[in-house]
């Protein structure tokens, strides 16, 4: 973080957390990619967009508040599914670029019911899915 | 993934990759996001973005290779450094706009010096560094 520092190597004091949002390297829709990773056992859940007013929303309430893309609107993970995201940590990479969030997640992370999103696996020249739904989404979403 | 199935919860048989690299939503610059996970720990090490050509090169040669934004070109992690990341598992995200690798990172994933990327840790209303750099990034780029 050049602004916090010369060195990236040293230790600056404690920032200001408004600073470095404003420090973040929003994209040209003022978003910032979040991965989501449950905390304990280390699945990578998630990724999805935050802005600077999600991510104070999550740290104020500690209930993960993403940015919906496609609905133009936040997106309290868990609204409507019930499957809810708890913050325990927010961090940021060293180019402010990148949000990791260690989260609680309530059953499924993702809209097709699965534990995770990431179920498309390659497998030398095909694609392959190796996960099963923990939940029907009719179930889900009903 | 609607393309294949109508039915998202239902596992297709495996697909041709190609045709799933086809059906990626890269961005307006030809990106996608590539999150990098420490295969065997768990840890998040870092994300970074990667192309068509640089993910078929991952997959061909198991040896990383990302896309510099900043450098416009390809970004074979550790050229420079040594700090290779060699690929266990590829895998996409429901709705195919995100990539998750499996790696064995060596050494440090971070330019600072530092095993991954995510050391700004949000505590109450500040942000702090609670990670120390495994190697001095003088060094790595020596």
Aim: hydrophobic residues 40%.
């Amino acid at each position: 973080m050049a602004a916090a520092s010369s060195d990236s190597t040293a230790a600056p004091n404690a920032q200001a957390l408004s600073s470095v949002l404003d420090q973040l390297k929003y994209n040209a829709a003022g978003l910032i990619p979040a991965i989501a990773q449950q905390y304990d056992s280390g699945e990578v859940l998630m990724m999805a967009w935050m802005n600077r007013a999600s991510i104070e929303e999550t740290l104020r309430t500690q209930r993960v508040c993403y940015w919906s893309r496609s609905r133009q609107r936040f997106w309290r993970k868990g609204e409507s599914s019930g499957q809810t995201q708890t913050l325990k940590t927010l961090r940021f990479d060293c180019d402010l670029d990148t949000i990791l969030l260690a989260v609680d997640q309530q059953g499924a992370a993702c809209h097709t019911g699965r534990r995770d999103c990431f179920f498309y696996k390659v497998e030398d020249d095909s694609v392959i899915i190796d996960r099963v739904p923990l939940i029907d989404p009719d179930e889900l979403y009903a």
